[in-house]
């Protein structure tokens, strides 16, 4: 069911940003704005979008907004203007209850999604075999690339037999890791390398405060007197929303080195650097309360949204997160993109 060009893609290892979700003061979808976004992403070089993620918000579903529909028929909208090429991934968040899921995979399926983001968060209730079953339903309409939620934001622990088990499920072609646990992380690597279908998982690091590392890190599990290998070959990240296309940038750099025995000093010094950053964009300090409002602000300052606003309106910038944003502005203008957005922001708002 996955175009063998999205296959190649997503196995080469393709850098996926997660869209955020423009909005007014009002909480209506800024549709100028949401299509500048997505414009500027296309501009930036990357090679998939994901949308209806956990940085677009999860309530586009919630009835008082109804946006789920419309935020992603807007990006395939761009993403057909563009002309993007067949190997480019278009990714569709898929969240909720076995029926919820069922519908939003038909969904966006049927506008042209290549796979479903499959979120175990939200479902407490659902024991790891009920939530099995419900990647199998989800996996008969659209292939499935599993997610790792991190407990911080929505997301349950789960079991190393759970993550054998959901690799070996047909239809299932990668995993996004996001614990932000390096412990779960490598469990889950292991999960897969000791799977039938192994080699065809493409894992992809969601771990926003560990990007480089996942990046540059193979691998390695004996198995059967066998030594298997197994590497994190892309990103699906909401830390690449933003400063987008120097991260681009970066993350070619890292491919070529992927396979050298020689990693420079200076490339973990700017895995800090970027880790550093994400804090602050992420408000790591005060267990990522304010990371989507974090994201929306750095989009903001930029020009690519009028405000910062979320739907909801807890969700706001932390005491002291704004003073973060600005230190590592300052500190790091190697790693933004200011320069970029200023040069090509009108056409981008334009129709």
């Known amino acids: 069911m996955l175009k063998s060009q999205v296959k190649k893609s997503l ?6 940003p997660a869209h955020p979700l423009a909005i007014t003061e009002d909480k209506e ?4 704005s949401q299509r500048a976004l997505t414009r500027y992403y296309l501009d930036s070089g990357v090679g998939g979008l994901a949308v209806g993620v956990h940085t677009t918000q999860f309530e586009i579903r919630d009835p008082r907004f109804n946006l789920y529909q419309r935020v992603l028929k807007l990006a395939v909208e761009e ?24 519908e939003e995979a038909e969904f966006s399926k049927g506008i042209g999604y290549d ?40 997301g349950r622990v789960l079991s190393y ?13 990668a995993i996004k890791l996001a614990p932000f646990d390096r412990y779960l992380t490598f469990e889950v690597v292991r999960a897969v390398c000791h799977s039938e279908r192994s ?17 540059l890190t193979t691998y390695k599990f004996k198995i059967n007197g066998t030594v298997k290998e197994k590497k994190i070959v892309g990103g699906l990240l909401g830390h690449w929303s933003v400063w987008t296309k120097r991260a681009v940038e970066l993350f070619k750099e890292i491919k070529q080195m992927k396979n050298s025995d020689c990693v420079p000093d200076s490339m973990l010094t700017l895995a800090q ?16 309360k304010g990371s989507i409002a974090g994201i929306n602000q750095v989009l903001a300052s930029q020009g690519l949204m009028k405000g910062r606003w979320c739907l909801l309106d807890k969700e706001e910038l932390s005491p002291g997160q704004m003073d ?8 790091y203008p190697h790693l933004h993109d200011d320069d970029f957005v200023e040069k090509n922001l009108a056409r981008w708002l334009g129709n």
């Open 29 to 32: 979808l800024d549709e100028t």
């Open 11 to 16: 196995h080469e290892g393709a850098f996926i």
């Open 115 to 154: 796979l479903g983001l499959l979120s175990m968060g939200g479902l407490e209730d659902y024991s790891e075999e009920q939530l099995l079953e419900r990647t199998r339903k989800v996996a008969e309409i659209i292939p499935v690339f599993g997610f790792y939620l991190q407990p911080a934001v929505g």
């Open 199 to 215: 080699d065809d998982i493409a894992l992809y690091t969601g771990n926003d405060d560990n990007i480089v590392n996942d990046l």
């Open 324 to 331: 973060e944003i600005n230190r590592v502005y300052a500190v």
């Open 79 to 102: 993403m057909e203007k563009a002309k993007v090429p067949d190997s480019f991934i278009k990714a569709a968040g898929i969240c909720g209850p076995v029926e919820q899921a069922v």
């Open 161 to 173: 037999e759970f993550w054998e088990r959901f690799a070996g499920i047909p239809n299932v072609h």
């Open 273 to 288: 650097e970027i880790t550093d950053a994400n804090g602050a964009f992420f408000d790591a300090r005060n267990q990522f």
